[in-house]
């Protein structure tokens, strides 16, 4: 009983509440870092990203930026690992790019805990058993997140997500907020040395 009265309503009274306090707490910390990505990098502060959610319904995912714009001759955008600043580097080692995500999760969009959103084009790439990644919402963090993080592969991240589709209670989500709390504080399981991260998924060959 209380794992239904959590699904359907406690989950995301509590995404709204924590949500609420974090930010209220991390303003200072907020408005400190947008103005360090303003002075390095430039307008706009924010990254935006179409990503599928609940159901693979588009919303505008929202990060701090992590590159400056660069182009070449022809006016095309350098390389990511050429654009990626020094400042972008230690924000994503310290996932502090993914704080402006709170305001997805205020907005509805988005979860404390669940899948990451990853990216439209591999809507049509996902085997069904894959696709159940999308019955819930996508999180900040997730059990994949706190079990491999990067260092997996495709195919493992997406059985730790339609494992978290199927397990997910308050107890599960408050070990992967307590999980990546240490881990991020840690810095562990960031396999991403140039800055860049995890290739694209291309599909099941």
Same mark, same amino acid.
């Given at each position: 009983?209380?794992?239904?009265?959590y699904?359907?309503?406690?989950?995301r009274?509590?995404?709204?509440?924590?949500?609420?306090i974090?930010?209220?707490l991390?303003?200072?910390?907020?408005?400190?870092?947008?103005?360090?990505?303003?002075?390095?990098?430039?307008?706009?502060?924010?990254?935006?990203?179409?990503?599928?959610?609940?159901?693979?319904?588009?919303f505008?995912?929202?990060?701090?930026?992590?590159?400056?714009?660069a182009?070449?001759?022809?006016?095309?955008?350098?390389?990511?690992?050429?654009?990626?600043?020094?400042?972008?580097?230690?924000?994503?080692?310290?996932?502090?790019?993914?704080?402006?995500?709170?305001?997805?999760?205020?907005?509805?969009?988005?979860?404390?805990?669940?899948?990451?959103?990853?990216?439209m084009e591999?809507?049509?790439?996902?085997?069904?058993?894959?696709?159940?990644?999308?019955?819930?919402?996508?999180?900040?963090?997730?059990?994949?997140?706190v079990?491999?993080?990067?260092? +997996?592969?495709?195919?493992?991240?997406?059985e +730790?997500?339609?494992?978290y589709?199927?397990?997910?209670?308050?107890?599960?989500?408050?070990?992967?907020?307590?999980?990546?709390?240490k881990?991020?504080?840690?810095?562990?399981?960031?396999?991403?040395?140039?800055?860049?991260?995890?290739?694209?998924?291309?599909?099941?060959?």
């Amino acid at each position: 009983m209380q794992s239904v009265c959590y699904k359907r309503f406690g989950k995301r009274l509590i995404d709204v509440g924590m949500t609420a306090i974090a930010l209220a707490l991390m303003w200072p910390a907020l408005l400190g870092l947008s103005m360090l990505v303003r002075i390095t990098h430039g307008p706009p502060i924010l990254f935006r990203q179409t990503r599928p959610g609940l159901h693979g319904r588009p919303f505008q995912l929202i990060k701090f930026r992590t590159m400056r714009s660069a182009f070449d001759a022809q006016g095309r955008p350098l390389p990511d690992a050429e654009r990626l600043t020094r400042l972008g580097r230690w924000l994503r080692a310290t996932s502090l790019d993914e704080l402006p995500e709170l305001w997805n999760v205020l907005r509805g969009d988005m979860s404390l805990v669940g899948p990451r959103p990853l990216l439209m084009e591999y809507l049509p790439l996902y085997s069904a058993e894959q696709a159940r990644r999308h019955e819930v919402r996508p999180g900040i963090t997730g059990w994949a997140q706190v079990n491999g993080r990067n260092s +997996l592969s495709w195919e493992e991240k997406f059985e +730790l997500d339609v494992w978290y589709v199927d397990n997910w209670t308050l107890w599960v989500d408050v070990k992967i907020l307590a999980v990546t709390l240490k881990k991020v504080l840690l810095r562990e399981n960031i396999d991403d040395t140039n800055g860049i991260g995890q290739v694209k998924f291309k599909g099941k060959l």
